[in-house]
């Protein structure tokens, strides 16, 4: 941006308020972005949950350190003096819109995406058929599911193949023991002791030149010592889109050549059997008198030349126990914005809040709002690809900085004594300093990084100063 403009941001004579809301990847690259510009900014990052980093603690799997490494790029930018964490804040509850804009110049919805996206066939409503989503949070540790997880069933059904039916799967069919070494929390770690599921079938609608899955996350299912990974070589198949699709991306060729290897190699003695289905539409999931599911009927489906698919009225059930639908994440309403329900995404431009058209067909911004990350673009991409989206956000921003209506008040000490007041108990980032130490020393005496706290109540606690929960 121009020095010109920097000097004309908010009043002028004090930094720039901004509030950021959602402390997952994107807000945090939102709040890097700002503090990298030219521009004197102030940053309050607001969380619903009590520590930051968002999926990176609530949905990347377990057993992925290096993944949630990234928290440690990310631990830099919260250290920086310009931010502050407010956590266990949640959003239209606790702070609204107008009260924001009374604390703040500008605000940035960074809220992401928690929920699983609906899958309209019969039988979803079953006993036994779950979101991918809830299961991933109660493998990860959030504190608002249940602590116990149904795992009786020996076959178990994954709909989708993308990176979060892998990890499904792939938890799924570990053992506990192998799991036991990552931050897995005590109760996650006893109910995989006791997963009876021996087999795992993961199901895609297309073809392998269609799965959504990319190539590191596919090979490293056949790492596991116990797991066996199954592809039915008449599950290669590649029509004119499917060879082009090959040919124009290197990520879709090495997910073909992999499941080709996968296919015509022999089956080996590993106890647990993970299939990777290709070209299965799933049509009912089945249940029994009480509700209950008992398998999965899928109709074969084939290429129709451009690397879409159509039924072939071919229907196979599967002896299956129980289903899980990961089918895509889906994000929540923000209350105060607009929403578009089938995208799942606030509706903007290059980050600013579209409210509507005028007139003339020009676009009409909500002032001095802005959005980034999944609940911008919707719940696809990598972590990684959340930093271009902050950075096209913050661009924006600063652009239209000098139109900001001032905070009523800016001080630092205004919006913490407002949130006092009313008697909201908000964490910060000392406050995940003491936390971080704790989950540390709870791991320490099993030679584990960290272990996991689940319990609100317990993360409150332990980023109290000197209170650490009985544990
Ligand atoms: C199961 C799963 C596994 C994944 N694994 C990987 C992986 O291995 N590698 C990879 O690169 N990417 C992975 N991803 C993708 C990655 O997690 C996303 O790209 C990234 O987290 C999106 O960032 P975000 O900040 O937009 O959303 P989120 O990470 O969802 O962060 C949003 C934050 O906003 C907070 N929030 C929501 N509502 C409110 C409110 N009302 N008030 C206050 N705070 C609120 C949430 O608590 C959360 O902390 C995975 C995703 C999933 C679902």
């Known amino acids: 941006m121009t020095e010109q403009s920097a000097e004309s941001i908010g009043a002028g004579t004090r930094p720039l308020r901004i509030a950021i809301v959602g402390a997952g990847p994107a807000g945090i690259y939102a709040a890097d972005a700002l503090m990298k510009s030219d521009a004197e900014v102030s940053i309050d990052l607001y969380e619903r949950m009590p520590a930051p980093f968002g999926l990176i603690r609530y949905g990347v799997a377990p057993d992925h350190p290096r993944i949630k490494g990234i928290i440690t790029a990310l631990h830099k930018v919260l250290d920086k003096p310009q931010v502050r964490l407010l956590g266990n804040i949640d959003y239209g509850v606790d702070i609204t819109l107008p009260d924001l804009q009374r604390f703040y110049d500008a605000v940035i919805f960074s809220t992401g995406a928690n929920a699983d996206r609906a899958l309209e066939i019969a039988g979803i409503d079953l006993d036994g058929s779950y979101g991918a989503a809830d299961f991933v949070s109660w493998y990860d540790g959030h504190p608002d599911v249940p602590r116990e997880w149904p795992l009786e069933a020996e076959k178990v059904a994954v709909l989708g193949v993308g990176n979060v039916a892998l990890d499904v799967a792939r938890v799924l069919a570990k053992t506990g023991d192998e799991l036991l070494p990552t931050e897995i929390p005590p109760n996650v770690y006893e109910g995989l002791r006791g997963n009876k599921?021996?087999?795992?079938?993961?199901?895609?609608?297309?073809?392998?030149?269609?799965?959504?899955?990319?190539?590191?996350?596919?090979?490293?299912?056949?790492?596991?010592?116990?797991?066996?990974?199954?592809?039915?070589?008449?599950?290669?198949?590649?029509?004119?889109?499917?060879?082009?699709?090959?040919?124009?991306?290197?990520?879709?060729?090495?997910?073909?050549?992999?499941?080709?290897?996968?296919?015509?190699?022999?089956?080996?003695?590993?106890?647990?059997?993970l299939f990777l289905h290709f070209f299965e539409s799933p049509a009912e999931i089945v249940g029994d008198g009480d509700g209950k599911v008992v398998?999965?009927?899928?109709?074969?489906?084939?290429?129709?030349?451009?690397?879409?698919?159509?039924?072939?009225?071919?229907?196979?059930?599967?002896?299956?126990?129980?289903?899980?639908r990961a089918v895509g994440y889906l994000s929540q309403n923000i209350p105060s914005l607009p929403f578009d329900e089938q995208a799942g995404t606030v509706p903007n431009e290059a980050g600013r809040v579209l409210v509507d058209e005028d007139a003339d067909g020009a676009a009409r911004y909500m002032p001095g709002t802005y959005v980034t990350g999944w609940i911008k673009r919707g719940p696809v991409g990598l972590i990684g690809h959340t930093k271009g989206d902050a950075n096209e956000t913050i661009a924006c921003l600063l652009d239209d900085a000098a139109t900001f209506a001032p905070a009523q008040s800016?001080?630092?000490?205004?919006?913490?004594?407002?949130?006092?007041?009313?008697?909201?108990?908000?964490?910060?980032?000392?406050?995940?300093?003491?936390?971080?130490?704790?989950?540390?020393?709870?791991g320490e005496p099993q030679g584990r990084e960290r272990v996991k706290v689940v319990e609100r109540e317990d993360m409150l606690r332990a980023s109290e100063p000197d209170k650490v929960p009985n544990s």
């Not at 799965?211 to 004119?240: G, M, N, Q, W």
């Not at 060729?253 to 106890?271: F, K, S």
């Not at 001080?411 to 007041?421: C, G, I, M, S």
Request: charged share 30%; hydrophobic share 35%; glycine share 8%.
């Open 295 to 324: 398998g999965l009927r899928t109709e074969r489906t084939q290429l129709d030349g451009t690397g879409n698919c159509k039924g072939t009225g071919e229907f196979t059930d599967w002896d299956i126990q129980a289903v899980y």
């Open 197 to 273: 599921a021996r087999e795992v079938h993961v199901f895609g609608r297309r073809g392998p030149a269609q799965a959504k899955f990319t190539p590191l996350e596919l090979r490293e299912l056949d790492h596991s010592p116990t797991i066996e990974v199954i592809v039915d070589p008449a599950d290669i198949d590649y029509d004119e889109g499917s060879e082009a699709a090959r040919r124009h991306s290197k990520q879709v060729d090495m997910i073909c050549n992999t499941l080709e290897q996968w296919a015509i190699r022999d089956v080996g003695a590993r106890p647990h059997k």
């Open 410 to 442: 800016p001080e630092l000490d205004a919006v913490t004594a407002f949130l006092q007041d009313k008697g909201v108990p908000f964490t910060t980032w000392a406050g995940w300093y003491r936390l971080d130490a704790h989950e540390r020393s709870l």
